[in-house]
Nanobody, 119 residues
Framework: QVQLVESGGGLVQAGGSLRLSCAAS????????IGWFRQAPGKERERISC????????FYSDSVKDRFTAYRDNARNTVYLQMSDLNVEDTAIYYC????????????WGQGTQVTVSS
């Protein structure tokens, strides 16, 4: 089974940028659709991006479109989420997942990484 580990979170000022990484174990990583989600305190987990296996098509939610870019490097078994123009509403725990279903039980999750944006 593919296991995922996120990294790259931290504290950033509004308007700043961060790049999250999602490193995967397993030889078949390249065949999987990978999702990026986030969960803010008191809110439901939100799907923000889905990256196709060949990186040929990427979905973005309206809340992050034009500010976030998701891409993958299958040779490194890693998916990235480049975040720019961050605002305080982006503060959340960010997760990557094998799968991109809005049914959270259908995906296989990493442990998450905290992103905090200060004003």
């Amino acid at each position: 089974q593919v296991q995922l580990v996120e990294s790259g979170g931290g504290l950033v000022q509004a308007g700043g940028s961060l790049r999250l990484s999602c490193a995967a174990s397993g030889r078949t990583f390249s065949i999987y659709l990978i999702g990026w989600f986030r969960q803010a305190p008191g809110k439901e987990r939100e799907r923000i991006s889905c990256v196709s296996p060949s990186d040929s098509g990427t979905f973005y939610s309206d809340s992050v479109k034009d500010r976030f870019t998701a891409y993958r490097d299958n040779a490194r078994n890693t998916v990235y989420l480049q975040m720019s123009d961050l605002n305080v509403e982006d503060t959340a725990i960010y997760y990557c997942a094998v799968g991109c279903s809005e049914d959270v039980s259908a995906n296989r999750w990493g442990q998450g990484t905290q992103v905090t944006v200060s004003s």
